[in-house]
Nanobody
């Protein structure tokens, strides 16, 4: 059964760093695109970053230069390194996997990131 399991969230102060991990199994592990999304309270879920099997990356403008997505194919794991965190980065972060950049068939349960000012 395909599964995505996120970890690494927590409570940090503005300016701190966190690294999120997403362990993939089953069909999710062979997905061409892996992505990170986030949803803040009262807001819609938004795209954060994605990485292809060929390791090409895309980022939301709000996180460019601060966040880095990477992929360890041997471990079937995707990472999101988040630096210079801001209070507006506070959200539940979800890992997703899919065949094309705009379609994600598998989703994780989410991990909470809270950035205090």
């Amino acid at each position: 059964q395909a599964q995505l399991v996120e970890s690494g969230g927590g409570l940090v102060q503005a300016g701190d760093s966190l690294r999120l991990s997403c362990a993939a199994s089953g069909r999710a592990a062979s997905s061409y695109y892996m992505g990170w999304f986030r949803q803040a309270p009262g807001k819609e879920r938004e795209f954060v970053a994605r990485i292809s099997w060929r390791v090409s990356t895309d980022y939301a403008d709000s996180v460019k230069g601060r966040f880095t997505i990477s992929r360890d194919k041997a471990k079937n794991t995707v990472y999101l390194q988040m630096n210079s965190l801001k209070p507006e980065d506070t959200a539940v972060y979800y890992c997703a996997a899919g065949p094309v950049p705009t379609t994600y068939d598998f989703w994780g349960q989410g991990t909470q990131v809270t950035v205090s000012s």
